[in-house]
């Protein structure tokens, strides 16, 4: 139930996600219209500001009525700070799939012209996705019981889709297990020795900032990583909970000024 969000410069994206096959329009603050038209419409009340795709998702086996749902979604709008009823917005459930989920379209202001600065923070985000279990009677996100330490970065399972991306999360996972490294020249020590031979670069992005690139023979992936600000016996403070896989083309990896 953890709110995941993209940012988009136009609704075209969001609007192809609500009108999947077997959507089902679970409310919104704008009327429902043809794809093209809601597209248009969307991108008219954003003036230039983004459109906002947020998925919600049921664990697996679990299904909700539209109207759990369109309470569940309002929810997570309040809670991620837009304005519930004065945002734009248009949600559809999409129950055939293997979890029953909910895609959004959002946009970043509201009705009278306030630009919204959602929270999309990981420390929000994990409170949002606590409360909305918590609400729906669902057993507590294992990474809040402080009674579980966990190194191990998290990793969605939609981001692990090719065996390259599956090999680099094995080894990751079990380097932070096991080795617990306290800075990237530690980390690369103990990635040399993992099976899938990765090895990390650095490279501009195209963002103009740095980004840590997996490197596999003729293959890379880029690695996101968020390292605080702070300091900690005179290395910078990192976080290896904050790991993620994804594709060249959405993310690459900030590291704070020191």
């Known amino acids: 139930m953890r709110p995941y969000m993209t940012f988009h410069k136009t609704a075209q994206a969001a ?12 409310g ?11 597209s248009q419409y969307l991108d008219h009340l954003a003036a230039g500001h983004d459109i906002i795709h947020m998925t919600l998702s049921l664990p697996e086996g679990l299904r909700a009525s539209s109207g759990q749902w369109t309470r569940i979604f309002l929810t997570a709008l309040r809670e ?34 306030w630009v919204v600065r959602p929270r ?25 019981d402080p009674k579980i330490p966990d190194l191990t970065p998290p990793v969605p399972q939609r981001n692990l889709t090719t065996d390259l991306r599956r090999q680099l999360h094995t080894d990751l ?28 670069t ?11 690139l997996w490197v596999n023979g003729p293959a890379s992936l880029l690695f996101r ?5 702070a300091r900690h016996r005179g290395d910078r403070k990192w976080h290896p909970n904050t790991v993620t896989i994804s594709n ?9 000024a020191g």
């Open 15 to 26: 609007v192809a996600y609500i009108f999947d096959d077997g959507a089902e329009i679970i």
């Open 28 to 38: 919104g603050t704008i009327p429902v219209l043809p794809r093209r038209r809601l």
């Open 80 to 113: 991620t700070g837009f304005p519930e009823f004065a945002t734009p917005w248009l949600a559809a459930r999409h129950p055939g799939k293997s979890c029953d989920h909910v895609h959004s379209a959002i946009v970043s202001r509201t009705f009278s012209g």
């Open 120 to 144: 999309v923070s990981r420390k929000n985000t994990d409170r949002v996705h606590g409360m909305l279990a918590r609400h729906l009677g669902l057993e507590k996100p294992v990474y809040f």
């Open 173 to 200: 996972d079990s380097v932070f297990r096991h080795q617990q490294p306290r800075s990237f020249p530690e980390l690369d020590a103990a990635m040399e020795l993992a099976p899938g031979e990765f090895r990390r």
């Open 202 to 212: 650095r490279v501009l992005n195209s963002h103009r900032t740095k980004s840590d």
């Open 225 to 229: 990583f968020s390292a605080s600000n």
């Open 248 to 256: 060249a083309k959405r993310f690459g990896s900030r590291q704070a």
